[in-house]
């Protein structure tokens, strides 16, 4: 389960990538780049078996992100999810787990890339492909950990952590940037084609053969000072059609609201700490995160 984020590292490392953002990569992609992120968090998310119609617990995901350029407008990426997660069981106890997401392909077309004397725009689009290696077993732990890790980014990220499914997400995302201020945004549909049950029990949650889902991003990023910005991220996921018939009445749109902080620690690496709760939706009030992401450009 270490061993690809170990190889997005080291393919990262040998092609001098350097690093940006989750979810507003609008970068020009002709840059190389690497990203490391950890997020953490406690989250009570909705699972789909009768007996026990939740996944509570932490978790603790690192996600590895290496992206190299074939073309003046065209790059490649490859990104690879392990989860660490404490799982609740219904005495009250936890058990520890540690299991694999989906790791992803990316290609991705720059769009645009504007730059003028006093204002910079950048668009790209593309498509991520997963590989269904996500965790799964007749226990169903490693499920409720992937369920636990999938709430605490607010159901943004499906393609990730939904075991037995092959993802495919269409995607765009732009940014600009004027005088101290940035502006970015994002959308992407993650589409899930099921290939297996994940040892799901049929009676309490049949699988559908296709579900997808809208995410929708924005972020707003002001200059304090050379080294200090502040960003506000709020985002919206709407499930259009679940992965599985759910055993209980789920809402369909979820939130999350998150702020952070972000330390530039020299010409070439920054440090960003983030803070995450959901306000409404399945996650509302019982979904708690936090994050640290270490970004560093090679020349």
Not at 115 to 125: C, H, K, M, N, Y
Not at 181 to 199: G, K, M, Q, Y
Request: charged share 20%; proline share 8%.
């Amino acid at each position: 389960m270490i061993r690809p984020v170990a190889g997005v590292l080291l393919v990262g490392i040998a092609a001098r990538v350097t690093a940006a953002e989750p979810g507003f990569d609008a970068e020009p992609a002709n840059h190389d780049r690497l990203e490391l992120q950890a997020r953490f968090g406690l989250a009570t998310a909705p699972f789909d078996v009768m007996a026990l119609p939740e996944a509570r617990g932490q978790a603790f995901v690192i996600v590895a992100d290496g992206r190299i350029a074939v073309a003046p407008r065209i790059a490649i990426e490859l990104r690879a999810p392990l989860v660490l997660a404490s799982v609740a069981q219904p005495a009250g106890s936890y058990v520890d787990a540690a299991t694999s997401g989906n790791p992803q392909l990316r290609a991705i077309y720059q769009l645009a890339d504007r730059r003028g004397p006093e204002s910079e725009l950048a668009v790209i689009g593309g498509l991520d492909l997963g590989a269904p290696l996500a965790g799964h077993d007749a226990t169903l732990l490693a499920n409720r950990a992937l369920a636990i890790a999938s709430a605490i980014d607010g159901f943004a990220h499906p393609e990730l952590f939904a075991p037995g499914s092959v993802p495919i997400t269409p995607f765009a995302s732009a940014r600009w940037t004027a005088g101290p201020w940035t502006l970015a945004a994002a959308a992407r549909l993650p589409v899930l084609v099921r290939i297996s049950d994940a040892d799901l029990p049929g009676a309490a949650a049949t699988p559908r053969r296709i579900g997808f889902s809208g995410v929708a991003l924005g972020e707003a990023r002001r200059e304090l000072s050379r080294r200090l910005a502040l960003a506000l991220a709020p985002q919206l996921a709407i499930e259009v059609a679940p992965g599985a018939d759910h055993v209980r009445a789920v809402p369909r749109l979820q939130d999350l609201e998150r702020v952070s902080l972000h330390v530039r620690l020299g010409a070439r690496a920054r440090l960003i700490v983030d803070l995450q709760t959901a306000v409404g939706g399945a996650l509302g009030g019982s979904t708690f995160g936090g994050g640290v992401r270490g970004l560093v450009d090679l020349p």
